[in-house]
């Protein structure tokens, strides 16, 4: 066999492999990657007036080993030197493959029963809104769902955002993000 086709066939495999494999993606009927955010997404308090509400999510193509899902919504561009954390929701069963739109609520029970919602960098559990700086400029949301390779991310009750998201990415085995835009003038 020449040497041309004594590796023919890893060839073909390594190339065709991406065409059957499912990929994992985020979707909402809220918010779109690039886009501006409603209203409706904006934080209530700090000068906001916005519904604070948390956007729909939907997520498909998890790969084998899932044991559950974590979303995270985080702002590079907030002029604190790390970010802002506007949600940390853990804990979503692997059965599971959409948060309804208010699902970050505190005061109603609709997200996933087990799941734990961290305090976000407001000070509250639940999802935090978009509430940059007047005059700030555009700021990037990064919604992102995270496949697990555990049921259950062990945080204490205080935990931080530092600690949700150490927890979240030493566990993750694939993602997928919504980056959205939102600015206030």
Sequence with gaps: MSKTFKYLPTLLMLFTL???AESFTISSSDIAHGEFMDKKQE???FGCSGGDISPHLAWSG???GTKSFAVTVYDPDAPTG???WHWQIVNIPAQLSELVAGAGSTSETLAPKGSLQVANDYGNRGFGGAC???GHGVHHY???IHALSVEKLELPDNASGALAGYM???NTIASSEIEALY???
């Design 82 to 84: 790390s970010g802002w």
């Design 183 to 185: 600015k206030r003038d």
């Design 62 to 64: 998890a790969p084998e």
């Design 18 to 20: 991406p065409v059957f």
């Design 132 to 134: 940059p700086p007047a």
């Design 142 to 144: 990064r919604f992102k």
């Design 168 to 170: 979240i990415n030493a």
């Design 43 to 45: 934080f209530k308090g």
